[in-house]
Every structure is written in structure tokens, then in C-alpha cells.
């Protein structure tokens, strides 16, 4: 039986496969809930691995058929029309957060390219254009790019990426894990680097602001997690999650970490294990392993969710005990995010987002479109 191929589109055919390729391996690297005065969760923003950062209506999803997990292997059928689209670094998007609150709320992300971009959050959830216009219809109130240090006879570095971001909104500070191994804290108002944090030996995964104590702490492939004072700069402790549990020939890093509401309490997941640690008294309070390598945590009052490398949403309580272990839609999750209201979503791998309810029924899952 032969067809007739004189109409054949080979180009339109490549783009056809391209494209098919490019949504089964988009990855969501970091979720975070919009800031609203709505109780219930209203709005979610998506960082991805094509350098886009993407809002997406929760009551919109939520009102649509329930998505089974049959279904996760015909992505077509899952798609989600972003509410907003911002296509905002060269390179993967690696982390998202807000500065601020309310209408004031900055949208900033961060990413491969070594920027970190940040967009009024107002002005993008106002903003009129169609879908298929938009990408920079807003335009970025920061627009900060790592320094490149320069070597022998001045040739200057690559510049460092991005991993993770954290904000002191009180002190007007922006602070970034970088891939040179430094943090960099930027000064809102003049968009400069005012602080440089120098320690780790290996780059940086992770960080989150303690602004209790005017403090920040650092996650790092060289393994350890690491407190520094924002005052002097320096590095005032270091801790080893991973110590004791190394195998011969295996390396764990600290990709994670997380505090609690009181910022007395920090869970670290470094490799296939988590540990939880006490600020105050500098002690460790529980070790476990795990059976996949964690990928990102989160307190939930006195108890931590931790996905990782499996399809899995996990629930132990401070002493490292598992109390629930739920499937989840991705089969490789970086992302974990608690609404106030006790909503949860769990983005990865396939640019699947999962969105659970605080009874741990999945109120919908979708993927991230490609505008």
C-alpha cells in the first residue's frame, strides 16, 4: 500500500517530533503559591526547564474533569493554558520566589543564564495581551546578572548560574546560590551586590533566609550545609547531613533544605537521606534514609513533605518517622510547595504538576503548556 508523498512537510514534521519531544522532557524545577487575600489558593507559578515562568488559575483546573494518572502517558489530553507567560531567562528557570506582599508583590525567578529577573506581579496578573503574544509583554522592574571574576591577563569567568533564591523583605535584600560556590546578596534598591558570601568549596543547590537572626543558610555539593551572619558575612556554622552515611564511592550533596515557621527547625535532604536539625542547641535530631534521592522539602507545621527521584509525596514527622507516603503524577518531583490552606503541589519531571488538597485527594493534575 503506498501514499502519496508529494504533499510530504518535512520541515513541519520535524517541528511536530521536536515539539513532542521538548513537553515529555520539560521539567518544572520550582513551584510557588501567588500571593492573594483569598484564603483558598487562587493562583500558581511555574518555573520550567525552557526558561519560562508561568501562572496557572487553580479554580480554573479544579473546575475541569478529574485527570487519572492513566492518562499522564497522553500529555495532550493534560495540557493547561497558562494564565500568564513570561518567557524569562536563556536556559532553564530554576527557582521562582516572591518579594513583598500584596499589589507590591515582585515576582522574581532565577535561572542557567546567571540573571535573576523580577516582574510586578500586578502588572502580570492585569496584563491583557492573548497567550500567544505574550512571553516579555511585561517588562522587569530587576534585571540583575552575576559578576565574572576575572583570571590571568583579565579573561573573564562564564558567567555563574543560578540555583536557588531566598528575600529578606525587611532588609531590602535579595540573596542568590550561585554555581562559582558564592552567595551574592543584592540590594533591592540600587540592584548592586552588596554582600559576598565566601565558604563552600563546591556550587550551590540551595538556600533560605533565617531573618529572624539575621542569618542565611547554604546548601552545597561539597555536602555541607553552612549558617552565615549577614552582618559580617562570615560563616558561623557548619553542618554535615550526610556524615556517617556516605558509601564507599558515593558523594551527597545537600540539595535541599528547609524552615519551619519558627526558624528554630531545619530539614536537609542530602542524597538518599534527610536529617532534621535543631538551630538553637546545633544538634541533629533524626537521620533517615531514604529509598530515592530527595529533591526538595518543606515544613508543614511540625512535620516535613519531602519529594524526590520516585513518584512519591512524603510525610515524617520531626524524629525522621515516615506517618503517609502518597503517589504523585511525576516520576521525578523537584518541587514541593504548601499553600496556607493546607493545599500542596508537586511539580517535575514531564512538566507535570500535581495539586492535592489538605485531605490528600488530587484536586487536579496538569501540564505545564508550551506557549
Not at 517530533?17 to 487562587?42: G, H, M, Y
Not at 524526590?308 to 503524577?329: F, H, K, T, V, W
Request: charged share 20%.
Amino acid at each position: 500500500m503506498c501514499g502519496d508523498a508529494r504533499n510530504w512537510d518535512e520541515e513541519s514534521y520535524r517541528e511536530t517530533i521536536l515539539k513532542e519531544r521538548e513537553i515529555q522532557t520539560r521539567t518544572v524545577f520550582r513551584t510557588v503559591w501567588a500571593p492573594s487575600l483569598n484564603p483558598n489558593p487562587e493562583a500558581i507559578v511555574v518555573a520550567s526547564s525552557d526558561g519560562s515562568v508561568s501562572s496557572y488559575s487553580i479554580p480554573s483546573l479544579v473546575s475541569k474533569p478529574p485527570l487519572g494518572f492513566s492518562n499522564v502517558k497522553a500529555p495532550h489530553s493534560l495540557m493547561a493554558e497558562p494564565a500568564c507567560f513570561l518567557q524569562a531567562h536563556d536556559g532553564p528557570a530554576y527557582d521562582v520566589k516572591f518579594y513583598g506582599h500584596g499589589e507590591d508583590a515582585v515576582l522574581l525567578s532565577c535561572g542557567d543564564d546567571g540573571r535573576i529577573r523580577g516582574w510586578k506581579w500586578k502588572d502580570c496578573v492585569e496584563a491583557e495581551a492573548p497567550i500567544h503574544l505574550q512571553g516579555n509583554h511585561v517588562k522587569p522592574l530587576l534585571d540583575l546578572v552575576n559578576p565574572q571574576h576575572k583570571g590571568p591577563w583579565g579573561a573573564l569567568s562564564p558567567i555563574p548560574e543560578n540555583n536557588a533564591l531566598a528575600v529578606n523583605d525587611q532588609g531590602g535584600s535579595i540573596f542568590s546560590a550561585a554555581g562559582d560556590s558564592c552567595v551574592y546578596c543584592w540590594d533591592v534598591e540600587s540592584g548592586k551586590v552588596k554582600m559576598t558570601f565566601k565558604g563552600h568549596s563546591d556550587y550551590l543547590h540551595s538556600i533560605v533566609a533565617r531573618n529572624s537572626t539575621n542569618q542565611i543558610i547554604t546548601g552545597s555539593e561539597d555536602g555541607t550545609a553552612r549558617i552565615w551572619d549577614c552582618k559580617s558575612g562570615k560563616c558561623v556554622q557548619v553542618y554535615e547531613p550526610a556524615k556517617g552515611t556516605k558509601l564507599k564511592g558515593f558523594f551527597s550533596c545537600v540539595s535541599c533544605m528547609a524552615l519551619d515557621a519558627s526558624e528554630s527547625w531545619l530539614a536537609c535532604g542530602s542524597g538518599r537521606s534527610l536529617s532534621v536539625w535543631n538551630l538553637p542547641a546545633s544538634e541533629c535530631i533524626s537521620r533517615t534514609s531514604t529509598c530515592a534521592s530527595v529533591q526538595d522539602v518543606v515544613f508543614d507545621e511540625n512535620q516535613v513533605l519531602a519529594v524526590g527521584a520516585e513518584p512519591l509525596l512524603c510525610r515524617y514527622d520531626i524524629n525522621g518517622a515516615i506517618l503517609s507516603q502518597m503517589q504523585c503524577a511525576p516520576q521525578s518531583a523537584f518541587s514541593v510547595s504548601l499553600h496556607a490552606s493546607g493545599v500542596t503541589a508537586v511539580g517535575g519531571y514531564g512538566g507535570l504538576v500535581d495539586i492535592i488538597s489538605h485531605f490528600g485527594s488530587h484536586l487536579c493534575t496538569f501540564i505545564c503548556r508550551c506557549v
